[in-house]
């Protein structure tokens, strides 16, 4: 083992020497032994060679099968008896690399029931199933010519040092292995992506490479760095909402499998991350894990939970690390592409000159041939006694009418001039020609036969010179004949980071003791806050005027007399706390606001200037930054003449929680009453709708909706006919393939709409305002009719639309203005009639969110066209 180590380049230090009584240290054996078997193991089993992008195994179950092809599928069984004739391990690791081989459907044709990569399933016993080499792998993959050769482990076979790989087979497959103090993880790429890369690298562009997994799904490669050591990337399955109780679950995240990702999903619900009913495998040609949630369940927060608590989500660290000149290296993809690239021109250029020197000696051949045949040199050696005479009276004939590199002839010379000089076994190979063929001889076709060669010698040396033009037509070839259906599997995008504090169910519920400092999920027998998780902190003010940040638990003390307790979130800017204490030092009531935004778990912070005596007076918490007034009672006995004053919290500003405050008053303060509570002083939140999400956002993507502030609320239009009025909650997401328009609920705002009424046959118009208070709940405006169907919904004053519809068999055009057509009624109104039958199309004219010119498009029916074909006007 040592000794191959070593011969592969590893260099070593010097064997540990004996000492004077001929004794080796322990110490010293396992240093030595430990270096050899370390070499060992990263050259010969778990790093791939750059050049064919092969770990050994791989690279003899390829050479095997190379040896075993007849275009016949050969049982697996025999494929590793056959391997092991080069590979010196069991015939279980041969037979697990040679089913990984095939799982990936490019180098080998697979068989017979080879598992499944998606579900986890075993490939079947190997004496079942059967593989060959595809036509790519034979096209790519060996050419022996251009293969280096070396003794296999016991000396008895040739085995390639690598093969001739004209393909960068190390990108497209990826690869993972494990060695003594040494790793590799290569995300697989594209196969027509990392071919179109090689061919702009060859036309001297940059180009961008991201990893493709056959299982589909998202991929997040913001922090790819070119797959090199410190890089990552983040998968994800691909969800889809099936309806309001159920979603599915369509693409499984890179080296995930059905079982493993359904577990995470149960196992997260058992701890209380999510809330599901059941978890159904329906996986069969495709992926399909469907989830039933618990009633009342957002599907897109368990989405978002799943993502977070599931290994629907992953990160994974490539470390491209290969084996180059005998030692492990660590590069990046483009590298990776470009080495690849440039030897496959190389190989392309040793396979021209190879194929030029055979066509140079076919031609040499032929044309010795057909002067030997023409002019009857075979009639000079009938008296010749032996083969020596035989060979000079050729060798002197052939002169008289070839000429060879080495002769310098004269000027006018007509002798035929030959690639290069008539050696000795050129002439016994004239010697050998049959009489049958010399009596058939036909000269036309050996002109012919010259005439092939010399255009195809043309063609070789054109190539030559143009070898990378030559390289660049041999890609597009591959890319033609071999890439149909290995487009893009995985969807490139961008992850939005999801708070997992956000999105984890209500696992828990928060209980405090006030009098004795106790919070946690297990006291029962105390005073219920609110719904939690057991991942959220908890924020508690006390009397004394201090507070503390602490991880939910069973039981957590907080310090006793608590006055206020609440789950806290990170980074809170808009909850705001009004604050009136008393400073032990001077007897003066101070006023403050503050926020709350960062904190060290567990530790104590002071919000008075921490005098012995102080307290707090008046506490209250402001969701929205609201201000308040508030009335302070003085003591009866001081010296001030007025014993009732009014303090507006909007006169002072929003500071860090550490501030003093201002001075309120400077006499013994009884007691303090709010008065009445303020708008936010933070001013409104400025709202935009990311129409290909459907999520709201403050990052000013997509439509603006407007400014909301304290009480303000949202209002949805769907396309089944319904509104939904909902508060304003960043967390919620508005399905874009349902909703129709939405925006900020004024006082004034007014529902237009258009449907057809099932139950009289008309198309009728209808305006209203918002008169239900319920929140989050969805009301319908349209008529309950199977055959009732909402055209046309907007939240604009006045939309003007254009209208079709047949009458007879004629195309009849109309165009209103809803405003003017009708007048603002109740919302359970039927409306007005605009047409007795149903419109065949609607198009805006006038509105500030929908384009003039835009369609709305939907379903009618009419004679000789089946149900729900789509018109469009």
């Given amino acids: 083992m040592a000794k191959r180590a070593k011969s592969n380049g590893i260099s070593l ?37 750059l050049d064919d992008g092969l770990k050994p195994v791989q690279r003899r179950i390829l050479h095997s099968m190379k040896v075993m092809d007849d275009g016949r599928y050969h049982k697996v069984a025999n494929i590793i008896g056959q391997t092991m004739q080069y590979h010196p391990h069991g015939d279980a690791a041969i037979g697990d690399a040679l089913v990984n081989l095939g799982q990936k459907d490019l180098l080998i044709d697979p068989q017979g029931n080879w598992g499944d990569i998606r579900t986890g399933d075993r490939a079947a016993a190997a004496r079942y199933i059967e593989a060959r080499l595809t036509k790519f792998a034979l096209d790519v993959a060996f050419n022996p010519q251009t293969t280096e050769w070396q003794l296999s482990y016991d000396g008895r076979k040739k085995e390639p040092v690598t093969l001739p790989m004209k393909f960068p087979l190390l990108l497209v497959q990826g690869v993972e292995g494990i060695a003594v103090g040494l790793s590799t993880k290569i995300l697989p790429h594209n196969f027509i992506e990392l071919i179109k890369a090689s061919i702009k690298l060859l036309q001297g562009r940059k180009t961008k490479l991201y990893p493709d997994f056959p299982n589909g799904g998202l991929i997040d490669v913001t922090d790819y760095n070119d797959g090199k050591r410190g890089g990552k990337v983040k998968v994800r399955a691909k969800i889809e909402q099936v309806s309001k109780n159920q979603i599915a679950i369509k693409e499984l995240p890179y080296a995930t499998t059905t079982g493993s990702l359904i577990d995470s999903i149960v196992k997260a619900n058992d701890k209380g991350k999510i809330k599901i009913k059941k978890v159904i495998d329906n996986t069969a040609k495709d992926v399909e894990i469907l989830i039933d949630l618990m009633p009342g369940v957002s599907p897109d927060v368990t989405m978002d939970a799943l993502y977070a608590f599931t290994n629907c989500e992953i990160s994974i660290s490539p470390n491209a690390c290969i084996i180059i000149d005998d030692k492990p290296h660590f590069v990046g993809i483009q590298e990776l592409l470009q080495v690849s690239t440039d030897n496959t021109k190389e190989l392309l250029r040793l396979e021209l000159e190879i194929k030029k020197g055979e066509l140079e000696e076919k031609w040499h051949f032929a044309s010795l041939e057909k002067i030997f045949i023409q002019n009857r040199i075979y009639r000079e050696i009938e008296e010749c006694e032996s083969w020596e005479e035989v060979i000079e009276t050729i060798d002197r004939e052939l002169k008289k009418y070839v000429k060879t590199p080495s002769d310098k002839g004269k000027r006018g010379d007509k002798r035929v001039k030959l690639m290069r000089d008539v050696t000795e076994d050129d002439i016994a190979r004239l010697t050998e020609i049959k009489i049958k063929r010399i009596s058939k001889y036909n000269a036309f076709k050996a002109d012919e036969l010259i005439a092939r060669l010399e255009d195809e010698l043309k063609q070789v040396k054109h190539d030559l010179k143009h070898l990378t033009e030559f390289a660049i037509a041999y890609f597009k070839d591959l890319l033609k004949k071999y890439g149909k259906g290995r487009e893009r599997k995985t969807t490139i995008t961008t992850f939005e980071t999801i708070k997992r504090v956000a999105v984890v169910a209500n696992n828990a519920k928060l209980y405090v003791n006030r009098k004795d400092g106790f919070i946690g999920h297990s006291l029962k027998k105390d005073e219920l806050v609110t719904d939690c998780s057991d991942i959220d902190d908890i924020i508690a003010f006390r009397k004394d005027g201090k507070f503390q940040v602490s991880r939910i638990a069973d039981k957590v003390f907080m310090g006793k007399n608590i006055i206020h307790v609440d789950v806290w979130k990170k980074g809170d800017d808009r909850t705001t706390y009004n604050m009136m204490y008393v400073d032990g030092a001077t007897g003066r009531a101070m006023a403050k606001r503050f926020n709350v935004t960062g904190i060290t778990r567990d530790r104590e912070y002071d919000l008075t200037k921490g005098t012995k005596g102080s307290k707090l007076l008046y506490f209250t918490v402001n969701p929205n930054g609201e201000s308040e007034k508030v009335t302070v009672q003085l003591s009866q006995g001081c010296k001030a003449k007025k014993k009732m004053l009014e303090f507006n919290f909007d006169d002072i500003e929003i500071k860090s929680r550490g501030s003093q405050g201002n001075i309120v008053t400077k006499y013994p303060v009884r007691k303090v009453t709010q008065l009445e509570v303020g708008k936010s002083t933070l001013g409104a939140i400025s709202i935009w709708l990311d129409r290909v999400s459907g999520r709201i956002n403050t990052d000013e993507r997509g439509t603006f909706l407007g400014e909301f502030d304290t009480g303000d609320h949202l209002i949805a239009l769907y396309n089944d006919g319904t509104y939904e009025v909902s508060p304003l909650d960043m967390s919620k997401r508005f399905d874009p393939s349902d909703m129709l328009d939405l925006a900020k609920l004024e006082d004034g705002t007014v529902v237009s709409s258009v449907y057809y009424d099932g139950n009289k046959g008309w198309t009728v118009v209808k305006r209203f305002h918002i008169e239900t208070t319920k929140l989050n709940e969805r009301y ?17 004053d006045n939309p003007r639309i254009q209208y079709a519809m047949k009458v007879k068999s004629k195309k009849l055009l109309g165009e209103i203005s809803l405003a003017e057509f009708i007048g603002v009624k109740g919302w359970k109104s039927l409306g007005n009639k605009l047409s007795d039958q149903k419109l065949t199309g609607i198009k805006v004219v006038e509105s500030d969110t929908l384009e003039a010119g835009d369609t709305i498009e939907f379903e009618v029916k009419e004679k000789g066209k089946k149900n729900g074909q789509k018109k469009l006007f």
Avoid: W
């Avoid at 020497?17 to 010293?28: F, I």
């Avoid at 055209?791 to 604009?796: R, V």
């Fill in 13 to 49: 230090p010097p064997p540990i020497q004996a000492d004077e009584e001929g004794v080796v240290t322990l110490k010293g054996m396992y240093r030595e032994y430990f270096l050899d078997y370390a070499s060992y193991v990263i050259l010969e089993r778990a790093i791939p060679a």
């Fill in 780 to 796: 319908s405006y349209i008529t309950e009719h199977k055959s009732t169907k909402l055209l046309f919904a907007s939240l604009e």
